[in-house]
């Protein structure tokens, strides 16, 4: 009995130093854990929080990518642009519209005798003319055109004068060209001046005429202004030579003789 005991207790006694021995490495470890233990959770911690770091980033760049979506403001950019697009169409239909009426409503005519659409060019169907020699200034003559129509007529540029079977017209003095065509109203008169021949003799060529004819100009230089005037000459005719020269359709008797 005594030696049973005794072995029971040796049995028992090993346990309890195993466990005292484990206990001791326990602490020891847990120790060491302590110790580097903290930097252990730091690294846990700032582990999961930068994994929610990236979950929140990736979540944001979700986000984000549904503010690329609400993006489709440009679509709807671009459907304020088409409905300003329809607007600006309207308005220029519009004002196309205007502009033709406006267009039709100048071409309608006015009662204003001056206005453009009602007036016509002078010419021999519609004035009467005359061509005299003057005293002063020596060896000129005045062409006086008279309008006899109903309309307001325009003198354009210069007469185009030609004596007898002259094949060309004396060149125009081109120091007498007014500021503004020549409008004369029905009953008004304008005026030309031509210098003849040379005071001095120094011209060429010379030789009576006795018939000319005058020829007017349209709205372009040179063109043709419609029926020319034969006015009489004085029986004896006038001298004419190389020196020969016309003036610009006058407003006034003065301005067309003193050139």
């Not at 005794?6 to 110790?35: E, F, K, M, N």
């Not at 994994?51 to 671009?78: A, I, K, P, V, Y």
């Not at 006015?110 to 169907?125: K, Y």
Request: aromatic share 4%; net charge neutral.
């Amino acid at each position: 009995m005594r030696t049973f005991r005794i072995a029971r207790s040796t049995r028992v006694a090993r346990p309890a130093r195993l466990l005292a021995a484990t206990g001791v490495a326990l602490a020891a470890l847990a120790l060491t854990a302590c110790d580097n233990g903290m930097g252990t959770r730091d690294e846990g911690s700032s582990g999961g929080s930068t994994s929610t770091s990236q979950n929140t980033g990736s979540s944001g760049t979700t986000t984000g990518g549904s503010t690329t979506t609400g993006g489709s403001t440009t679509t709807g950019g671009s459907t304020t642009d088409k409905a300003s697009s329809k607007t600006s169409t309207g308005t220029g239909t519009g004002t196309n519209k205007n502009s033709t009426t406006g267009g039709t409503s100048g071409t309608s005519g006015t009662d204003d005798p001056f206005d453009p659409a009602n007036r016509v060019t002078c010419n021999g169907s519609n004035t009467t003319v005359t061509a005299q020699p003057v005293s002063r200034p020596l060896n000129h003559m005045l062409i006086t055109v008279k309008n006899t129509g109903s309309k307001v007529c325009d003198l354009y540029y210069n007469p185009s004068v030609r004596f007898g079977e002259a094949q060309s017209a004396p060149p125009v003095i081109e120091e007498s060209q007014p500021q503004a065509v020549v409008t004369l109203a029905p009953g008004e008169s304008g005026y030309a001046g031509v210098l003849l021949s040379s005071a001095d003799g120094s011209g060429e060529n010379g030789l009576t005429e006795k018939t000319v004819t005058i020829h007017f100009q349209g709205r372009e230089s040179g063109s043709d202004g419609g029926a020319p005037a034969s006015p009489a000459l004085p029986a004896k005719g006038v001298y004419v030579d190389s020196s020969a020269a016309v003036t610009y359709w006058q407003s006034t008797v003065e301005d067309a003789l003193k050139y």
